[in-house]
C-alpha cells in the first residue's frame, strides 16, 4: 500500500524529528565542534528522509537514525583524520597506576578531586578518548541508554558494550586525575 | 567473591543493574578490600562527573528550522521526474556542503553506458567504436546525465553496494574501499549481452568513477576490446596509466577475473594514491 507524499512526510516528522536532541549532543560530543554537528545532523536526516522507505515500522529508529548518524561521522571525519588527539590507552594507564591512593574512609575522594574540575575538563577528557569508547561513554553516561540500547545503535554484543565502557570511564578517570593533579588538586604518590 | 569475579563486575554496578543477591555480594568484597573499593570508587565518581557536567544540550533552533526546510525542499523536488541518482547529487550542492562540491557535480557525468541518453536498461546498441573499454569509460565519465537512468543503489556502505551486484554480472564485482575516498552508489548495465559494472566515488570535490567488466571477455576482443599496447601493459605488470587530453587521469588494473578501469580529473599521482592504498585489498596492484 503506498502513502501520499504529504502522509509520508508527516509521519517522517513525527518519528524521526523528536530525536534531534539525542543525534545533536552525540554529533557534538563526537566532532567537538557545533558546526560540524549541524552539518553530520542535517545530513543524517536528508538521508534518513531519502531511505524512510527502508526504515521498518515498530523497529527502533533511534537506532536507525543513530546508525545513520555514526556511518556519516565515520565517512566524514574518520577518512579525513580530523579526529581529536586521542590518549594513549598506555599512557593513561600508567599515569592512572603512578596516582593511585590507598583509600581511607567511608567517603569517595576521588568524587572530591573531580568537583573541583572545569566544564570544560570534563569536555576535554571525554574528546579525547578514542571513537568507539566516547561512543558508549556519551549514550550511557550523557544520554542515558541502557547496554541494550547502546547495543542495538553500535551493532556489538552487550559483552562489547560494557568492556568498551569500563574501559573509557578508565581512561576518562586517569585523564581526569591528570587534570587534577595539573591544577594541584591531586598529589602523585 | 574473588577481586577477579569484582572487577567484572564494577561497570554494571556502576550503572545499577546487578541483581540483589549479587550487588549485596559486590558491596561486601568492596568493604573488605580497599583496593577493588578505590576502583569501584573511582569509575563511580567518573560516571556521575560526566553525567553532571557533560549535560545534554538542547538542539539549537536554527538547525531544526533548517532540517525542517530541507526536508520540505526534499519532498518538492521528489515530485519533480528525475531519477534518484541526480536527486542524490544535487543534494551534495545544500548549503551544508562544500560550495566547489555542488560545482564539481554538475559538470560531472552520472553513471550511464554507451551514446544512448534515453537508456533505460543500461543496454546500448553495439557499435564497433564503441567496443573500446577505454573510450567506453571516459565517455562513461565524461557525459552529463540529466535523470535517464535510475540509479540502482546509492549507498556510502561497501557492504550494501557489494550486495546489490551479487548475481548481476558473472564476474566479481569489485568495490575497493578508496582510501580518501567515500562511496557514492552503483549500477549495473550491459553493453550488449556483456554484463558491466559502474562504482562511483568521491574525493574531495572530485568524483572518482570505477569502470568493470570481465577481463577474459575484454581479452577474447570480441563484445569488448582494448588498445593492445594497454591490454600488453596489463598482461605484463596487471595496471596502465596514462593522462588524458583534458589533464585527467584513467587507470587500469586487473584484480582476479575483473578489469576495472578508474577515472579521476585528478593529478595521476592523486588518483594512484587512492588506488593503491585501499584499505579492502581490491584496489589497483602497485
Known sequence: ?189 | MNCKHFQDLITPAVDRVLGTTELDQFLEHAKACPPCRYEYEGELATKDLVARRARMVPTPPALVSAISESLVRERTNSSTPRSSWSRFLESLRAPYVRPAIGLALSAIALVYVGVDLTMNHGTIPMTSSDRDVMRQSINNYRSVLSGTIVPQVVSARHDDVLRFFDGKTGFPVLVPKLRHCDLVGGVASSYGTTPLAHVVYKHNDKLVYVYEACWKTVQKGENLKLPRRVTASLLRTGWYTDTLPDGSTIALWVRGETLCAALADLPKDELIACLKNDESGDGAPW
Open chain 1, 1 to 189: 500500500m503506498s502513502i501520499g507524499r504529504d502522509a509520508r512526510h508527516r509521519q517522517f516528522e513525527l518519528e524521526a524529528l523528536p530525536h534531534t536532541d539525542l543525534l545533536y549532543n552525540y554529533a557534538l560530543r563526537m566532532t567537538g565542534n557545533p558546526e560540524d554537528a549541524r552539518d553530520l545532523v542535517q545530513e543524517t536526516y536528508l538521508k534518513a528522509y531519502r531511505f524512510w522507505d527502508k526504515y521498518e515500522q515498530g523497529t527502533n529508529i533511534r537506532a536507525w537514525l543513530f546508525r545513520i548518524l555514526k556511518n556519516s561521522y565515520i565517512n566524514r571525519y574518520r577518512k579525513a583524520s580530523r579526529e581529536p588527539d586521542t590518549v594513549e590507552y598506555d599512557e593513561a594507564q600508567n599515569f592512572y597506576e603512578s596516582v593511585r591512593a590507598q583509600t581511607a574512609g567511608p567517603s569517595n575522594p576521588q568524587e572530591s578531586l573531580f568537583r573541583n574540575l572545569l566544564d570544560d575538563d570534563v569536555a576535554k577528557a571525554i574528546s579525547g578518548l578514542p571513537d568507539d569508547f566516547r561512543t558508549v561513554v556519551i549514550l550511557s553516561d550523557i544520554e542515558g541508554l541502557t547496554y541494550e540500547e547502546i547495543a542495538e545503535f553500535v551493532d556489538v554484543p552487550l559483552g562489547t558494550v560494557r568492556s568498551r565502557l569500563h574501559r573509557g570511564r578508565k581512561l576518562l578517570r586517569a585523564q581526569l586525575l591528570e587534570y587534577a593533579r595539573n591544577r594541584g588538586f591531586a598529589t602523585k604518590e
